[in-house]
């Protein structure tokens, strides 16, 4: 007996010991680079808005500045096909695209955070969304190089890993551009994120380029470029078993968080907390239980295969949202708060962490950028379009009634996740 746990023992230390790899801390910081924009075009404009009187519906609605993460899909392929000339030769491919972008988020950031979403909410919502076009952009570039530069083995740690740095950047563009707004306004706070995607740009420049998988020869041409770039890609996953299935459940797996998270600044608000306490509670607080999830999540993955971690997380991730009919029956209470943020970010972190790690393993290294926007662009489909009806949800009932209903939305993803279980077992097991 005692033989037997000291073995899983040394298992549970050995599967640690993947994320001492340098690799890994490459990833960590291209996850906080790559969290910094998402809460500037959500969850902290949507406290920006509110602040200024917005209605809740007119909110939900900004929530559409988000297409870009679910339309990203349709420019993956120049990212993944063409060179940008002086910067291909000097840095890479991945890492040139890299660079570039991250430049264009930065200007795009300090746009936003000078405009008037008062006076001119067509201006504000135009600067978000090319804000979230220039995030979406980096995204695809840091998946596919992530997804490139590590080993098999050590997808899951990548996973946990982007997620840790993204959760991190969510806090300080949460906490970090609330605290900022408070005492400097809300331009020194966009500047103040937009600086800090410097930390993505040192860590491209400071590790190397991942090797190009061998392609096979291409014919001259605008169809050739598209045959190999665009159509092969595609055809290479729909040949797939049970490929509509997957792309279904990539739809619906986070579809209940998505419904909760659009209109859950707008909840703080009404309920009586103030910037200082969302920004100390929301989120200086829930890094601690993001980063814990997201390692429990890549360690889950270890042990259960990605598709039982699925599961787990799931059904947790789920329960976490009747936290929030809790919180709307007991109102401003800081303690609620803290339990309430502490259960949603514990099974986020793990729920996200499995799922990235599902979604890289579905990738094949010829078309990595282009098939795992694909993938992440149907995830991005609930947390933007199918999300944006959250506004006008929450006007139609009250507090107590939405998070019910955003709880009964994670449903048909967990029921489809049980099912493909039972039709898949092997994959299960992997």
């Known amino acids: 007996m005692a033989t ?24 960590l ?37 988000g297409l870009p993460y679910t339309l990203k899909f349709l420019w993956s392929p120049l990212i993944d096909g063409l060179r940008l000339p002086v910067l291909t030769a000097l840095l890479g491919r991945r890492r040139g695209w890299a660079v570039a972008i991250q430049a264009a988020l930065m200007a795009a ?21 090319l804000v979230a076009f220039c995030s979406a952009s980096q995204d695809i570039v840091i998946d596919a190089y992530r997804v490139e530069i590590l080993e098999e083995r050590q997808q899951g740690a990548g996973a946990a890993a982007i997620q840790i740095g993204y959760r991190v950047a969510m806090v300080v563009s949460g906490a970090g551009a609330l605290y900022m707004a408070s005492f400097f306004g809300w331009f020194a706070a966009y500047a103040f994120i937009a600086a800090l995607v410097l930390v993505g740009v040192a860590a491209i420049l400071l590790n190397p380029e ?17 045959a190999a770039h665009v159509v092969e890609p595609l055809a290479e996953f729909a040949r797939r078993p049970g490929w ?3 792309l279904l459940f990539i739809l619906l797996y986070k579809f209940g968080d998505a419904v909760a998270a659009v209109m859950t600044g707008p909840f703080y608000i009404e309920i009586g907390f103030s ?34 971690a699925l599961l787990a997380a799931g059904v947790l991730q789920m329960a976490s949202n009747l936290m929030f009919v809790a919180q709307a029956l007991v109102g401003h209470d800081i303690a609620m708060l803290t339990a309430t943020i502490a259960a ?12 990235v790690a599902y979604l890289s393993g ?21 947390r933007t379009v199918l999300s944006s009806s959250g506004g006008w949800i929450a006007d139609q009932m009250d507090w107590i009634g939405f998070f019910l209903v955003s709880t009964a939305a994670a449903l048909p993803g967990l029921l489809l996740l049980l099912w493909m279980i039972r039709r898949y077992p092997a994959r299960a097991s992997g």
Do not use: H
Request: aromatic letters at 6%; proline letters at 4%.
């Open 344 to 355: 949603e970010n514990l099974t986020g972190g793990m729920g996200t962490a499995a799922f």
């Open 244 to 246: 509509g299935w997957v």
């Open 210 to 226: 991942p090797d190009a998988p061998a392609m096979a020869e291409q014919r001259p041409g605008l169809a050739a470029w598209l």
């Open 109 to 129: 950031a300090l746009g936003l955070g000078a405009s008037d979403p008062a006076a001119q909410p067509g201006v504000c919502a135009a600067l978000a969304l």
């Open 275 to 308: 910037k200082i306490e969302i920004a100390n509670v929301t989120k200086a607080f829930g890094v601690a239980m993001s980063i814990t999830g997201a390692l429990a999540g890549g360690l889950m993955v270890a042990k259960l295969g990605v598709l039982r």
């Open 362 to 382: 579905l990738c094949n290294v010829a078309f990595t950028a282009t098939q795992y926007a694909l993938l992440s662009s149907l995830m991005a489909v609930g």
């Open 29 to 65: 910081c291209l996850g906080f680079s790559s969290g910094l924009p998402l809460a500037l075009v959500a969850g902290t404009l949507s406290v920006w808005l509110a602040e200024l009187g917005v209605s809740r519906t007119m909110i939900g609605l900004f929530a559409l500045v």
């Open 4 to 27: 037997r746990a000291g073995a899983r023992l040394d298992g549970w230390v050995a599967a640690l010991s993947v994320y001492r790899d340098r690799r890994i801390l490459c990833i």
